[in-house]
């Protein structure tokens, strides 16, 4: 199972780490650590250093009841950030965490390599035409709503079922377009409960039926802090046991704000997977 970023074929049969790289001042867990070029460089690098396959760059917080941010001032945030990180890091693969067709077009044509979209497609609907237009892989998100009103929208009478026609129908879309390289993101966190969260979780396999790349996205989220009474901040171990059991569940890409945790996990994961 492969994606190609950039003339680049990525290797999802064992599984990729994704950092997450926020250059907003109100992200839930990182928001304003990284506004400088020096900050921004410095914590790719580490990143890089220490195992990350993909940057994930995003300029828009998608936490609950977020702060609108205009499509220029995301535009205006996250261009000069690609175009810092790959003067720096060439070979690096930046990934872009936006719904907006338009910061995805200016994105691609400074350089990122795919297009990480937490609505696929529902907040715009020219996202899937631009991803089809320059054929770069694209990560699909379960949402329902915006990150306004998606907290509101958690009744489901089938999670999995419902979760799993929603990418079906998406994914026919896509393919209908040309779109070659799709991944799938269950959304945790995302117009769903803690309980519900924690329901995907522990049957993420069954995702695997629609035989695509399933992301991983637990990183100190409130599933973790809200359970253990504890804050984001004190939420990595929580993290790592949960990207452990999406390891086990199928994940192909864990999307963490710590990347040299999240490389061990893949380490050990394989240690023991691969030497079956």
Do not use: W
Request: with cysteine.
């Amino acid at each position: 199972m492969t994606i190609n970023c950039k003339g680049n074929l990525i290797d999802l049969t064992t599984a990729k780490v994704m950092g997450i790289l926020n250059i907003t001042p109100n992200s839930f867990y990182d928001g304003g650590k990284y506004r400088t070029e020096a900050e921004i460089l410095y914590q790719a690098e580490v990143m890089l250093d220490e195992g990350a396959t993909f940057i994930d760059v995003g300029a828009y917080s998608s936490k609950p009841n977020a702060e609108f941010v205009s499509e220029l001032e995301e535009l205006e945030r996250i261009v000069p950030v690609i175009n810092l990180l790959l003067k720096q890091f060439p070979e690096a693969i930046v990934s872009i965490d936006t719904f907006r067709s338009e910061v995805a077009k200016a994105a691609i044509e400074n350089g990122a390599a795919l297009i990480n979209d937490i609505s696929a497609g529902n907040l715009d609907e020219r996202m899937m035409e631009t991803i089809a237009h320059y054929k770069v892989p694209y990560v699909m998100m379960h949402m329902r709503g915006n990150p306004e009103t998606m907290q509101s929208l958690t009744h489901y009478s089938n999670i999995i079922k419902e979760m799993i026609l929603y990418f079906s129908e998406k994914v026919a879309k896509a393919r209908s377009l040309g779109i070659n390289d799709l991944i799938l993101d269950p959304g945790f966190g995302f117009a769903k409960t803690i309980e519900q969260n924690y329901e995907v979780l522990q049957k993420l396999e069954l995702f695997q039926m629609l035989e695509l790349p399933i992301l991983a996205g637990v990183s100190r989220k409130s599933m973790i802090y809200k359970l253990l009474n504890i804050n984001a901040q004190e939420a990595l171990n929580g993290t790592i046991v949960l990207n452990t059991v999406a390891l086990t569940k199928g994940a192909a890409i864990l999307r963490v704000h710590d990347v040299k945790e999240a490389m061990e996990c893949v380490t050990l994961f394989n240690k023991i997977h691969l030497s079956k």
